[in-house]
């Protein structure tokens, strides 16, 4: 039996602090995340703060740090170097 798992990322950008300040906010109150999650049927996103199963997690800058220190490496690139 074969397990398939999902390679991570990190997408920098300003924390939202409600589903309504998110880019992944449609104006009819579903978010697209947990949409897409749902088998793209819609998921209603409260008014105000942030839906309990929202993914996004706020990340301090050392693990960011890291996190590209880390691609860096697997890459072999120097952190000087500009990824295309």
């Not at 088998?39 to 996004?56: F, I, Q, R, W």
């Amino acid at each position: 039996r074969s397990v398939i798992t999902m390679a991570k990322a990190i997408l920098q950008l300003e924390m939202p602090q409600s589903c309504r300040e998110c880019p992944f906010y449609k104006i009819t109150d579903i978010c697209d995340i947990l949409s897409a999650w749902n088998n793209y049927m819609p998921v209603l996103v409260p008014s105000e703060g942030k839906h309990p199963d929202c993914p996004l997690k706020e990340v301090e800058e050392d693990e960011f740090d890291r996190a590209f220190a880390t691609y860096y490496e697997i890459q072999g690139l120097s952190a000087e170097e500009e990824v295309e």
